[in-house]
């Protein structure tokens, strides 16, 4: 099967990376996005992301003319869709799959359709969006046939492939990783294997296009458990005066023990998001599932509890001092470690409330993000450390790791360290 041109809609953290290593294949890459900065940015061969490897990529690509990005879809061979699917409101319940970017992204693609096409919903997904996906292209487009209705005699192709990678490690991951693709018929998993085999080196398992949709949320939701379980024991050796990560790494020791390491709580476009997708088809069976996103989406506030308390003692031990006196730094505001993907971000909220709660100042730090470029009035770090009476440890950016940076923290009066970057 041929795919001389491939149009990728949706070029953020997970779009662009994919449009970008399928053009390195020397394929015609169209990327689509609403975003005219984004756009322009990749017409100049540049990124609007951070990501390891990828500006490189990006660049190459451009230049030799297999990469360029619109604002309004072309004809194409096949089509990526890899678009946000957040959450919405809805009957009190604010955690309902929003679809609202992926009925968009197919409405905007279905006038340059054409037999023979492949589409493929990469965004993740609660299970039957593919089909509901299928659906709006067949109501824009009645003169094509689609799986739902003609089976593997369809004009149409699709079928879901949710991606499966590591922020900060995209590049190298989407190249590496198995796949699962799940097509609405044979053919439609047929045809979309044959696309992810020009980039991809790992194994491709076909399956239905649900069974897929719900192994994306089940990775995700399996990682979430286990880091509830990290940060309840975080709350509880707090509580009881013991150092929880003294106390993992000894229970790790065991030969069938791999505890995950406690946070502020836990972002990102995936691990805090996918379960809610479960919950919400399921909400009398996902019970474990529910409980472990309350736990870490509780997290948070129990790191503002701290700060409150820090403050507090401070107060005590100099009752000449107010609250307008005393200095607080937030260190990240990143979802994880060494990227500036704000998606979700524990950090970001826990920061951004603190900052509306303490009538001090609040200083920011954030060194993947330019401080020339953010919205978020960024502080250095080193002046963020010599002018904190607390410091508060939210991502461990490798920075923040640094010899000097660490000395000078262990100077700072009081120190909340949520990620145990501090310890030893």
Known sequence: MNFNTISVIGLGYIGLPT???????????IGVDINQHAVDTINRGDIHIVEPELDIIVHAAVKEGYLRATTE??????????VPTPFKAENGNDHVPDLSYIEAASRTI???LKKGDLVILESTSPVG?????????????PDLTFPQTHGDDSNIRVAHCPERVLPGHVVRELVENDRVIG???????????????????????TTTARTAEMAKLTENSFRDVNIAFANELSIICDKIDISVWE????????????????GPGVGGHCIAVDPWFIVSETPEEARLIRTAREVNDGKPQWVIDKVKEVVGKILVESPNRTENDITVACFGLAFKADIDDLRESPALKIATIIKKLHPGKVLLVEPNIGREDSDYNLTDMYEAISQADVVIVLVDHKQFKEEKTRKMMKNVSY?????GMLEG
Request: aromatic share 4%.
């Open 19 to 29: 449009a970008a290593v399928i053009a390195s294949r020397r394929k015609q890459v």
């Open 73 to 82: 879809p072309e004809p194409a061979d096949a089509f990526l869709i890899a």
């Open 110 to 112: 279905a006038p340059v």
């Open 129 to 141: 969006a593919t089909e509901q996906m299928a659906a709006w292209l067949a109501e824009a487009r």
């Open 183 to 205: 097509g609405m018929t044979a053919k439609c998993s047929e045809a979309a294997t044959a696309l992810y085999k020009i980039f991809v080196e790992g194994e491709c398992i």
């Open 247 to 262: 106390l993992i790494r000894l229970a790790n020791r065991h030969p069938r023990v791999n505890i995950l390491q406690p």
């Open 415 to 419: 120190v909340i360290d949520t990620r």
